[in-house]
T-cell receptor
Framework: EDKVVQSPLSLVVHEGDTVTLNCSYEVTNFRSLLWYKQEKKAPTFLFML????IEKKSGRLSSILDKKELFSILNITATQTGDSAVYLCAVGGGATNKLIFGTGTLLAVQP | GAVVSQHPSRVICKSGTSVKIECRSLDFQATTMFWYRQFPKKSLMLMAT?????????EQGVEKDKFLINHASLTLSTLTVTSAHPEDSSFYIC??????????????FGPGTRLTVT
């Protein structure tokens, strides 16, 4: 059965800290891995990763994929209270054109 | 580009009534649209996948007679929650995809519809 597992489930840090969020997967016919940020609305797209070892970066956020070990990490440096959200990892693949979502990591950044 | 809208953004209805939620791709033709449901503090749960002009494919455990999906055109899909009950209260999110090369995202998400059944 295809699955996506995120860790930790929740995390509390202080402003300025660096955090690393993990996503591991077992999905047949892997196409891509995506990271989303969700506050009190629909998910906001962050990154889509398809190739191993190539870091994608946007401001203080970066992400990388390891297709051999079947995982990805999302790094956030110099965290701010506005980074508080649920971060979702999803993998495109499987038997159909679906996205398989992980349970998410709830990040709380305290002032 | 690749904007998806949903209407309404929020709806409150009485138990026993039906509610229709629209999902539109505004600037592209969506070959496939997806409907998700999200409970508080939970991840997105795929309900069904629909392709234009054909019947939707429902995920296991989703009642197709309860959640009617129509994908009438390449830019519009609708989800109708029939005979709604309080347990149907949830956040419903649609997404759309298209099969061009070099797509920067797998699916483009709408802003979601919060349904409350009283």
């Amino acid at each position: 059965e295809d699955k996506v597992v995120q860790s930790p489930l929740s995390l509390v840090v202080h402003e300025g800290d660096t955090v690393t969020l993990n996503c591991s997967y077992e999905v047949t016919n892997f196409r891509s891995l995506l990271w989303y940020k969700q506050e009190k609305k629909a998910p906001t797209f962050l990154f889509m990763l398809t190739s191993s070892g190539i870091e994608k970066k946007s401001g203080r956020l970066s992400s990388i994929l390891d297709k051999k070990e079947l995982f990805s990490i999302l790094n956030i440096t110099a965290t701010q209270t506005g980074d508080s959200a649920v971060y979702l990892c999803a993998v495109g693949g499987g038997a159909t054109n679906k996205l398989i979502f992980g349970t998410g990591t709830l990040l709380a950044v305290q002032p | 580009g690749a904007v998806v809208s949903q209407h309404p953004s929020r709806v409150i209805c009485k138990s026993g009534t039906s509610v229709k939620i629209e999902c539109r791709s505004l600037d592209f033709q969506a070959t496939t649209m997806f409907w998700y449901r999200q409970f508080p503090k939970k991840s997105l749960m795929l309900m069904a996948t629909s392709n234009e002009g054909s019947k939707a494919t429902y995920e296991q455990g989703v009642e197709k007679d309860k959640f009617l999906i129509n994908h009438a055109s390449l830019t519009l899909s609708t989800l109708t929650v029939t005979s709604a009950h309080p347990e149907d209260s949830s956040f419903y999110i649609c997404s759309a995809s298209y099969d061009y090369p070099h797509v920067d995202q797998e699916q483009y998400f709408g802003p979601g519809t919060r349904l409350t059944v009283t």
